[in-house]
């Protein structure tokens, strides 16, 4: 029998395991952009930052950019068959 204990470390162990990753370089978002489980890419523009979130399989991956022209290159960058998506600065 399990107690309601273990149960509920089972469960908060499960959702720390999928906690979304910080990608630092963009080479290594490009790359992880181009893998064959990555679904779509999130775009999200503030003031000071451009974010952009690719979803995978597994994780969703996040990588900050603080200089716009570098944001503009990377979104063409993008690989064309993967959904992009422009989100405002509410959600």
Same mark, same amino acid.
């Given at each position: 029998? =399990? $107690? &309601? /204990?273990?149960?509920?470390? +089972?469960?908060?162990?499960? !959702? +720390? /395991? &999928?906690?979304?990753?910080? =990608?630092?370089? =963009?080479?290594? +978002?490009?790359?992880?952009? !181009?893998?064959?489980?990555?679904r779509s890419?999130? =775009?999200? !523009?503030?003031r000071d930052?451009? *974010? +952009? #979130?690719?979803?995978?399989?597994? @994780?969703? @991956?996040t990588l900050?950019?603080? /200089?716009?022209?570098?944001? /503009? #290159?990377? #979104?063409? $960058?993008? %690989? %064309?068959?993967?959904?992009?998506?422009?989100?405002? *600065? $509410?959600?």
């Amino acid at each position: 029998m =399990i $107690s &309601t /204990d273990s149960s509920e470390w +089972f469960v908060s162990v499960l !959702r +720390f /395991d &999928t906690q979304p990753k910080q =990608i630092h370089e =963009i080479k290594d +978002f490009l790359l992880t952009a !181009r893998r064959k489980d990555a679904r779509s890419v999130k =775009i999200k !523009r503030s003031r000071d930052v451009v *974010k +952009f #979130k690719v979803r995978c399989s597994k @994780y969703l @991956y996040t990588l900050c950019v603080f /200089d716009p022209e570098k944001a /503009d #290159k990377l #979104k063409q $960058s993008l %690989p %064309p068959g993967l959904s992009v998506q422009e989100l405002d *600065k $509410s959600g």
